[in-house]
């Protein structure tokens, strides 16, 4: 545990001396923030758009959560798609690019302590980010009325997405030495795991499994406020797979 929590120490303090992390997290933010007041002003003009028709009952039924935080969530989605690869490229593969790998690989730690380590270290920067990605929410609780409870869910999704995109880019950045091949290849899997369920052919088994493999649907369910086992077990499991094709690609190299 010690050995993996200096790694962590180590990976979490190169990531605020990188340029490129604080890019992510600025083109994070910066589109987030644009999302949300976009989507507020939107809000806000239906809303008095239907006050000024007289419809009552349709104005009670607009929904902060529905409207505003929902939409913000999913676009949050598509843009950790774009970021992510580019924060988590570098983990292994500027190792091997640098020789220091093959020092890592030497010393007397456990292949599981290396990933484990570097896992720690990059999730914890990720949450970093979807924790001050929290002042949207915040601007809507103490101006407005929203769900709180629906909004935890959606963000508890935003998180878990985001540390499954960080297992996979571990992975990617695992196996080969140049960074944008990393980078290339964890978003091509990312992608791969949006549309994986868009394609119509097949039976109803195939087209079911394709369902259950799809991020934006167990992401979908939690953003609307309904916190389900299956979900949480997936991105679980979205987060173990790649660590543990990671671990078995850094102790193969360790041998050869």
């Known amino acids: 545990m010690r050995n993996t929590l200096t790694i962590a120490g180590k990976e979490l303090m190169g990531y605020f001396v990188q340029p490129v992390a604080y890019v992510v997290l600025t083109v994070f933010l910066l589109l987030g923030g644009w999302f949300f007041f976009s989507l507020l002003q939107h809000f806000s003009e239906m809303l008095q758009m239907y006050q000024l028709m007289g419809g009552g009952q349709t104005v009670e039924q607009l929904n902060l ?6 939409p913000v969530l999913h676009d949050l989605s598509i843009v950790l798609v774009i970021v992510m690869p580019a924060l988590t490229m570098r983990v292994f593969a500027e190792e091997k690019r640098t020789g220091t790998y093959e020092l890592l690989l030497t010393a007397p ?4 302590e290396i990933v484990a380590g570097k896992f720690i270290a990059a999730a914890v920067f990720t ?8 002042i949207f929410p915040l601007i809507l609780i103490i101006f407005g009325n929203p769900e709180v409870g629906v909004m935890f869910a959606g963000y508890l999704a935003l998180a878990l997405l985001a540390l499954t995109f960080v297992a996979v880019g571990l992975f990617t ?15 091509g899997i990312l992608i791969l795991l949006y549309v994986i369920s868009w394609p119509e052919a097949g039976g109803d088994t195939i087209k079911a ?10 992401f979908s369910t939690m953003v609307r406020g309904v916190i389900d086992t299956a979900d949480i077990v997936f991105f679980l499991s979205a987060i173990l797979l790649p660590l543990f094709l990671t671990q078995r690609a850094v102790e193969s190299a360790r041998w050869h």
């Not at 730690?109 to 599981?112: A, D, G, N, Q």
């Not at 949450?127 to 929290?134: C, Q, R």
């Not at 091949?181 to 978003?187: G, L």
């Open 173 to 187: 950045s695992s196996v080969t030495q140049n960074q944008i091949i990393a980078a290339i290849s964890s978003f």
């Open 65 to 70: 959560n529905a409207q505003v935080i929902a």
């Open 127 to 134: 949450l970093i980010m979807i924790a001050l990605a929290w």
């Open 109 to 112: 730690i456990r292949t599981t």
């Open 209 to 218: 499994i394709l369902k259950y493999l799809s991020i934006p649907e167990h």
